[in-house]
């Protein structure tokens, strides 16, 4: 299985970076030299003392004295060295154990079980750091099973959406034209009532176009056209600004912006975006000519754009149903719309790793919305 691998450990610092073998040598050559010298120096004044001719008394004293720190010297050098055979078998060795063990583990082999048996202090330590490896690779399986299957469910709704819209065009076509065919022929011998029920019809029909298409185009998002380079977003809304050219100076619309940079993304898609919003504040004006603003600021590997408009706003209630698809506030015929297009906003903005709200901390008037977008590397220039 793949999970990315730990970062390398944190080097220490200050004395911690000595290892604890080295302080056992150093301490334990420091004591050993201190008691070799302090036996040293002992025998050599017994060897003074006894030159100098003690009474048998005093001499034979003196010999069990010389005897006992023989006897000392030799348990007590029994006793380091057995010492440093435990620390080194006993501690050091099992450290080094489950230090290899963890390290493979780090690397990489989440499925590599930590163990060792002595001692009592680490084998328990061991067998809890197995637990939770093993707890973690359980719970990230099932997440990455789960993650897999959403992929993979998601991927059949988006086949589905695009085959039902682009299937369902051509009989709707036909129920369109054929309807409006009726009615040219036969209207003249048809009252009334029967055109209002054939103009019904065609409305009908009409309408239903236009969702399905709206409905492919939203299908077609991160399925086609997908190529994401780096990308100039001041060009993105400079070309959104020219297809909207006609109604922007029918309404003497005022677009002013901040300097905007360059993004990882796809320019079409980019151009969308900027298109619907500034559509929107249009379309949602007040009585004052459409004033908006296109702002940036960036969030670390971010950048956060802004939308903020003078017109009606949007109450802060429906800041996340105006986001689903085909869901709108007002009746069609005071602002027309199938209600698609922040749906395909936010949709474009998540298919580029970032995310789409309504900003409702400005109680002003008009709306503000904002998106992110992953910055173009300093390098991608
Ligand atoms: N700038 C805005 N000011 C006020 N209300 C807005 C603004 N933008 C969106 N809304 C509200 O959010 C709803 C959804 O917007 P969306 O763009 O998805 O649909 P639409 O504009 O009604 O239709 P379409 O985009 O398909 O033409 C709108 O019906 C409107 O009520
Ligand atoms: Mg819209």
């Known amino acids: 299985m793949s999970i990315h691998p730990l970062p390398p450990p944190k080097e220490p610092v200050g004395l911690g970076r000595l290892p604890v073998a080295?302080?056992?040598?150093?301490?334990?050559a420091v004591a050993g030299v201190a008691f070799v010298a302090g036996a040293v120096v002992t025998m050599l004044m017994l060897a003074e003392a006894q030159a100098l001719n003690p009474p048998p008394g005093v001499a034979a004293q003196m010999?069990?004295?010389?005897?006992?720190?023989?006897?000392?010297?030799?348990?007590?050098?029994?006793?380091?060295?057995?010492?440093?055979?435990?620390?080194?078998?006993?501690?050091?060795?099992?450290?080094?154990?489950l230090t290899d063990q963890v390290r493979q583990v780090a690397a990489g082999d989440f499925d590599h079980t930590l163990h060792v048996d002595r001692p009592?202090?680490?084998?328990?330590?061991?067998?809890?750091?197995?637990?939770?490896?093993?707890?973690?690779?359980?719970?990230?399986?099932?997440?990455?099973?789960?993650?897999?299957?959403?992929?993979?469910?998601?991927?059949e709704l988006e086949q589905f959406a695009y085959v039902a819209s682009h299937d369902l065009q051509e009989p709707l076509r036909k129920v369109a034209s054929f309807t409006q065919m009726l009615e040219q022929r036969y209207g003249s011998e048809l009252d009334e009532r029967a055109r209002q029920y054939i103009h019904y019809a065609v409305d009908g029909a009409k309408r239903m176009q236009?969702?399905?298409?709206?409905?492919?185009?939203?299908?077609?998002?991160?399925?086609?056209?997908?190529?994401?380079?780096?990308?100039?977003?001041?060009?993105?809304?400079?070309?959104?600004?020219?297809?909207?050219?006609?109604?922007?100076e029918d309404t003497e619309t005022t677009v002013t912006r901040d300097d905007l940079p360059k993004v990882k993304?796809?320019?079409?898609?980019?151009t969308q975006l900027f298109q619907?919003?500034?559509?929107?504040?249009?379309?949602?004006?007040?009585?004052a000519p459409p004033r908006i603003h296109i702002g940036v600021k960036r969030s670390g590997d971010m950048w956060e754009?802004?939308?903020?408009?003078?017109?009606?706003?949007?109450?802060?209630?429906?800041?996340?149903?105006?986001?689903?698809?085909f869901q709108r506030l007002h009746p069609r015929d005071v602002y027309p719309g199938t209600g698609i297009g922040l749906a395909l906003c936010r949709k474009i903005v998540e298919y580029h790793g970032g995310q789409m709200w309504l900003d409702n901390s400005d109680e002003g008037q008009g709306a503000t919305f904002r998106w992110t977008l992953p910055a173009a590397g300093d390098d991608d220039d």
């Open 265 to 270: 993304g796809n320019r079409l898609q980019l």
């Open 276 to 287: 619907n919003l500034i559509e929107n504040a249009i379309k949602f004006r007040s009585e």
């Open 63 to 97: 010999g069990r004295v010389h005897a006992a720190l023989i006897v000392l010297f030799a348990v007590l050098l029994a006793c380091g060295a057995g010492l440093a055979v435990i620390v080194r078998y006993a501690v050091l060795k099992p450290i080094d154990q």
């Open 22 to 28: 080295r302080w056992f040598l150093f301490t334990g």
């Open 120 to 155: 009592a202090e680490l084998a328990e330590l061991s067998s809890h750091i197995d637990a939770m490896r093993d707890r973690i690779v359980s719970a990230w399986r099932v997440a990455a099973d789960q993650a897999e299957e959403l992929r993979r469910s998601n991927g």
């Open 210 to 248: 236009l969702l399905i298409n709206d409905l492919l185009d939203f299908s077609r998002v991160g399925r086609v056209t997908g190529e994401r380079t780096v990308t100039d977003s001041g060009e993105a809304l400079n070309q959104a600004l020219d297809n909207l050219s006609a109604t922007v």
């Open 305 to 325: 754009f802004s939308c903020s408009d003078n017109g009606i706003g949007v109450e802060p209630k429906y800041a996340d149903r105006i986001f689903l698809i």
